[in-house]
């Protein structure tokens, strides 16, 4: 489990903008998609969490300051974001072309000023509104600026906090529009305006979300409506095919991989990474007894007996390389 040493890609010129060098490509790739990072977005703060929910939050650091995240949290973060990632990408694979089209036009109907961008340098310093194409993945993403040629360069350059690749569940979370390149965007309208929360509003608004990577709604967001969307997350299904399974037999099914490795511990047979490696991973649709539902497998199963302390880091480790993962650590 050694870090693999990237190779910087050279400069590049795009929307007629030379774009910098990047460890991680100009094009995204699911070998460098995900990659892990002990930073985190946002330093929580104890007083604010209490004692419990600070002390059951502690797998995820190193430190006791949680300053860093530990070494399980990049196993269990980036499984679920690379879970999520091929999810995505087939998801993306089965929307239609004509309808993608036709969703975009309506976009751009609504904002009625968005023009076609040639080059970006025509919009330094341009307030406004902006819709980014993904042709390939079938995607837009509708934002706002100050700097529209800045703004777009930034998501070109950055990339989506490793913490916040997930935004819900990995089954259906939206997927990060940071975590794509400069060359995976292939076309970009512009609208010039004073107000540009209102153009990127009326666009959003309008916008299909089978083909959208906002995961908010467009305009100002008030505290309160980025409280309600980190409570609950715009999301969507991603074509998951699921098997319906009631709670008794979701309680029985988790208690049974607790019991594989149980068992395993105390026989002498096949390794336990190797039975685990085994079991089922169908994707369930599980109904609460109160009607609603939400995606698991077995391999949620297992992250959390990672985490629970039922498994070492370096099982759960081998068990995601037995599922056909590469471990990857930071550069620290």
Known sequence: MSVPKRVPYPSLEHFDEQTRGSKFGHKMTRELYAYPSRSQKQR?????????????TAWVYRDEE????SDLYL?????????????????????????????????LAKGRSFKPVQSLKDWDGVEGAYVMVFDEYRQFYVGKADDIRKRIKQHWGTRKSFDRLVFGSKYDSIFPVDEL???????????????????????????????????????????????????????????????????????????????????SRSSCGSS????????????????????????????????????????????????????????IWPED
Not at 300 to 323: N, Q, T
């Open 181 to 263: 390149r400069a060359l995976d965007t292939t076309r970009i309208f512009a609208a010039r305006s004073t107000n540009p929360y209102a153009v990127e509003q009326r666009a959003e608004k309008a916008a299909d979300q089978r083909f959208c990577l906002n995961r908010m709604a467009g305009g100002s967001a008030s505290p309160l409506t980025l409280m309600l969307t980190a409570i609950n997350p715009r999301n969507r299904a991603n074509g998951v095919a699921s098997v319906t399974l009631s709670w008794e037999d979701y309680d029985r099914a988790w208690d049974g991989v607790v019991d594989v490795i149980a068992q």
């Open 44 to 56: 929580p703060k104890r007083e604010l969490l209490g004692e419990d929910l600070w002390n059951g």
């Open 75 to 107: 196993l269990v973060q980036r499984d679920a974001a690379l879970v999520n990632f091929d999810l995505s990408m087939s998801y993306f694979a089965s929307l239609d072309v004509g309808e993608f089209e036709a969703a975009l036009e309506q976009v």
């Open 66 to 69: 949680h300053t860093q995240h």
């Open 272 to 327: 336990l990474v190797d039975v685990l490696a085994s079991l089922d991973m169908t994707v369930y649709s599980v109904e609460r007894k109160d009607g609603s539902q939400f995606m698991w497998s077995r391999r949620d199963a297992i992250a959390g007996a990672a985490v629970r302390g039922e498994l070492s880091v370096d099982e759960f480790a081998a068990f995601l390389e037995a599922m056909g993962e590469t471990i």
